[in-house]
């Protein structure tokens, strides 16, 4: 069966202080991996594609990367405007859906 | 300005009362999708649509309904709904469907069925 878990379920930071959101995935075959940001009562916001193992993007103090089985996204001196709930969600091959993690929660204190 | 619109933002209702929920994309979308998201379950996939006229079941879809005779809107039915249906529901939309698309959500509609 497909799945995706993400880890951990709470993440506490302070500002400056870098760190890693895992999300772990079991696919028959990968097509795409996606990380969306979510901010409260709102929907969720891409940030991420991803498509092979050890492909890397970057978008301001954030970084997604892939291997087989998981992938990371490390945040780089984290501020305040970073807390909100990280997504991390597949497309297996094969078909069109897309299974989404339940999500890390990040907060970032000043 | 590009974007999901879903409505209502809020609706409580009662046990077996008919409802549908809108959602509306002015990008020219051919991909939609109707998903529920509950605490430490993360977003489930309901109901997907390809393009007009063809829709396929997700991951969730019993005691839903979609259709999509437009383009641009892939409202969601709950014909008798019941308290597990309980959630936050979002649409979202791409291009195509396909590997390299992103999705654009909605804002979301909080459902309470009493």
Not at chain 1, 31 to 37: D, E, M, Q
Not at chain 1, 74 to 92: F, G, N, R
Request: charged share 20%.
């Amino acid at each position: 069966e497909d799945q995706v878990t993400q880890s951990p379920e709470a993440l506490r930071l302070q500002e400056g202080e870098s760190s890693s959101l895992n999300c772990s995935y079991t696919v028959s075959g990968l097509r795409g991996l996606f990380w969306y940001r979510q901010d409260p009562g709102k929907g969720p916001e891409f940030l991420f594609t991803l498509y092979s193992a050890g492909e890397e993007k970057e978008k301001e103090r954030l970084k997604a990367t892939l291997t087989k089985k998981e992938s990371f996204l490390h945040i780089t001196a984290p501020k305040p405007e970073d807390s909100a709930t990280y997504l991390c969600a597949v497309q297996p091959s094969g078909g069109f859906k897309t299974i989404f993690g339940a999500g890390t929660r990040l907060f970032v204190k000043a | 300005e590009a974007q999901v619109t879903q409505n209502p933002r809020y609706l409580i209702t009662v046990t077996g009362k008919k409802l549908t929920v809108t959602c509306s994309q002015n990008m020219n979308h051919e991909y939609m999708s109707w998903y529920r998201q509950d605490p430490g379950l993360g977003l489930r996939q309901i109901y997907y649509s390809m393009n007009v006229e063809v829709t396929d079941k997700g991951d969730v879809p019993e005691g839903y309904k979609v259709s999509r005779k437009e383009k641009r809107n892939f409202p969601l039915i709950l014909e008798s709904p019941s308290p597990n249906q309980t959630s936050l529901y979002f649409c979202a939309s791409s291009s195509t469907g396909a590997t390299n698309e992103k999705l654009f959500f909605g804002s979301g509609t909080q459902l309470s069925v009493l």
